[in-house]
């Protein structure tokens, strides 16, 4: 099956909104083999939408047509379609009734413009929306499947499942696809790539690899074609596994946070944070996994300099003599943030995330990080070259990544992430 | 100028990432007065893209071509461009000599991967990226005016406002479009759209209104296109914030955090906070603003009942007898934090983010937030049907507006907010 979106509205050419439309319809159709060939997106323009129309549906065994079904004026999608086949537009009576329903449901009088999306291409089939005022449009051109829904998110969902993809499924074969998603952490794409190409020459010509460089996290995608590619797929992932061996995270949707609680509470130790630079950063992406609590029970955002004396018992001379970023703040942070919070194990970052407080010592960029245990305590100073949300972002993944390493006892700095290492002694 | 653009890459097809970069182009070239006309997006499929190059160059007077310039096997725009302008890829000097610089600055090494993002279509003109180890590719095609550019959309940003807005300034007529967005928070967009409807009937012909909702904040976007418009658009403002009220948190690109701490720093008060359900994320959110230091000496993530009692003196028997999630644990929160933090104001948040733990009295979605200061201290219940990180999301936006509210004097709650409320005596 050659299937073909085309996506319409002036608010998709002027940047007010990004079209997640189109990637909900590929992540639907994937697990089914069916992949978009060709995706346009036009604004409201009668002509041009006519051509693309015919065009696409020229080009493809289905057309999916997602936006201008409306009740504006701008929603052209039914008049193009009739325009395309030349059939008049028409109240269709499958469509009066739908709004007819849908208004009294909501205690709701039929308006003028409500009306207007009941006028569609004479002798059109509907595809059904169970969800809201305007009904689909089912029409075949030039032997081409065109279905056009509107462009709310959550319609278009509830109509691709309950409605188009057991449409198409009665029409065109359906495929068996396998997706294996790999998170990595501290490695680069081209990184990784040198390395899967020179552990595994003969990659298998079954199996697809592709990559997403999501940042921070790199995934790695496996694709296997067909119903016997399980075996293959799994041996596939351990040969990546080897050879990105603890840069790999764990299997997507796990996220940074995700394999630290995974790790935790294999492990059965508590985790907490203090955090300056950051700013709630790492705490706000550890409570972002549910079931956090089993292994977070808190942190404390020491923003000023006063908090980190009182709330986390540095040193006030130390603060003043090594500056609030330095090897021992962060380790004297780390300390006080496991007694106050009675934490197995924990992180402390402090630095200057920027724009301003930079110094020729300590540029921006600069972050002291400390993490472990009061037992095995270890501390390392990076500069990272990025802006302020960057610099947050890098800096709370870098925490929560080391201290997975620490859980899973691996000593090895991550390696993306080395060449931003200072020594101390630059302090 | 007739503009198209085509992204490529089989990650946006199979709707592993979704496009935002073709907005961020609409956005920045809006105010020019340049609209995209035609945006096409395909796969990894070499034949496709030439095809597409071809046929979108003999339809336009500029080409954006967006990604496929990566070091991997399936980057491959600069082979199409060259197929399509019948030339050889061979080595760029220039491209080579930003990749070496590139590599030096990063005391990393020049890999093979690497390299071949040095192999351009012979003759070609490079755009400069500052950012990334891949240059852009500038070319020209039946007449057509080709750019194309990275996929990372930090690199694609600083290359379109540098390097390709300069470009086609030089060659193309641009407009005066002056645009002004409000962010308003607590109101939904019809009842904005209502509002300035009622209160603007006659609105000018040469202002266009517009809305995007990018919960929890909703623009207002007014547009004046020509060069004398700048009073009336000012005078519009006033009608639309005269209109809104206190819904107004101001001109874009103010957030919730930035408009509290401008408040605050006005008011000069210091802002604190104390995070149960929300789990860091208003910290998060307030330091991600450049000079969050100025009023906000920092918080406490108390996830726990433990850190409840030992950071913030909530008493054991009112968080046995009342449960974690009641009124007078969030007072107590807050007092707590208030003290520990030394701060003026702050907020303090205890509920359920779910997906577990979940009670018939205290559903998933249950929140109480108390905020203000020790003297004039206010709390609320609230049930918000949402999942998990739509939770933590609009309550710590909530909190945020409600700390800015009681900064700058405004005794209403946000009014979108209001059908969330509960009386305390549900608990």
């Given at each position: 099956?050659?299937?073909?979106?085309?996506?319409?509205?002036?608010?998709?050419?002027?940047?007010?909104?990004?079209d997640s439309n189109s990637a909900m319809m590929a992540e639907i159709f994937e697990p089914l083999g069916w992949r978009i060939h060709k995706k346009v997106t036009v604004g409201d323009d009668l002509p041009l939408l006519c051509q693309e129309i015919d065009q696409l549906c020229a080009d493809g065994d289905v057309l999916l047509i997602n936006g201008g079904l409306g009740p504006t004026v701008d929603d052209l999608t039914a008049e193009a379609m009739a325009q395309v086949c030349e059939r008049p537009i028409q109240e269709h009576p499958e469509a009066l009734s739908h709004l007819?329903?849908?208004?009294?449901?909501?205690?709701?009088?039929?308006?003028?413009?409500?009306?207007?999306?009941?006028?569609?291409?004479?002798?059109?089939?509907?595809?059904?929306?169970?969800?809201?005022?305007?009904?689909?449009?089912?029409?075949?051109h030039r032997g081409c499947l065109m279905l056009a829904t509107p462009g709310v998110p959550s319609e278009l969902k509830q109509m691709l499942s309950e409605e188009i993809v057991p449409l198409l499924r009665g029409r065109f074969v359906s495929d068996h696809i396998r997706t294996l998603r790999l998170g990595v952490f501290g490695l680069g794409e081209s990184t990784v790539q040198e390395r899967l190409s020179d552990a595994i020459p003969d990659w298998?010509?079954?199996?697809?690899?592709?990559?997403?460089?999501?940042?921070?996290?790199?995934e790695v995608?496996?694709?296997?074609?067909?119903?016997?590619?399980?075996?293959?797929?799994?041996?596939?992932?351990?040969?990546?596994?080897?050879?990105?061996?603890?840069?790999?995270?764990?299997?997507?949707?796990?996220?940074?946070?995700?394999?630290?609680?995974?790790?935790?509470?294999?492990?059965?130790?508590?985790?907490?944070?203090?955090?300056?630079?950051?700013?709630?950063?790492?705490?706000?992406?550890l409570t972002s996994v549910p079931g956090a609590?089993?292994?977070?029970?808190?942190?404390?955002?020491?923003?000023?300099?006063?908090?980190?004396?009182?709330?986390?018992?540095?040193?006030?001379?130390?603060?003043?003599?090594?500056?609030?970023?330095?090897e021992t703040v962060a380790r004297q942070m780390l300390s006080?943030?496991?007694?106050?919070?009675?934490?197995?194990?924990?992180?402390?970052?402090?630095?200057?995330?920027?724009?301003g407080g930079g110094s020729p010592d300590k540029p921006v960029g600069t972050v002291w990080i400390a993490w472990g245990s009061h037992s095995a305590m270890q501390s390392q100073r990076l500069?990272?070259?990025?802006?302020?949300?960057?610099?947050?972002?890098?800096?709370?993944?870098?925490?929560?990544?080391l201290l997975r390493r620490h859980v899973v006892g691996v000593d090895e700095f991550p390696q993306l992430m080395q060449r931003f290492c200072q020594p101390a002694s630059s302090d």
């Open positions: 099956m050659k299937l073909n979106v085309l996506t319409t509205g002036n608010e998709l050419m002027a940047g007010d909104i990004i007819q329903t849908w208004c009294q449901q909501r205690n709701q009088s039929l308006s003028k413009a409500n009306l207007k999306q009941t006028r569609l291409p004479a002798d059109c089939a509907i595809i059904a929306n169970g969800r809201g005022s305007a009904v689909g449009i089912r029409m075949e298998p010509a079954d199996i697809e690899l592709g990559f997403r460089a999501s940042m921070p996290v790199l995608k496996l694709t296997a074609r067909g119903e016997h590619l399980g075996d293959k797929l799994s041996q596939c992932r351990r040969q990546v596994e080897d050879a990105l061996c603890h840069h790999v995270i764990g299997e997507l949707p796990t996220s940074l946070p995700g394999a630290l609680i995974e790790a935790c509470r294999q492990h059965q130790l508590s985790v907490c944070a203090a955090e300056s630079c950051t700013g709630g950063l790492i705490a706000s992406q609590s089993d292994v977070f029970p808190g942190g404390i955002v020491s923003y000023s300099n006063g908090l980190k004396k009182a709330l986390l018992g540095v040193s006030a001379s130390d603060l003043e003599q090594a500056g609030a970023v330095s006080g943030a496991l007694k106050a919070c009675g934490a197995d194990i924990g992180v402390a970052v402090t630095g200057i995330a920027g724009p500069v990272f070259p990025f802006e302020r949300a960057a610099f947050q972002q890098w800096v709370s993944a870098l925490a929560l990544d």
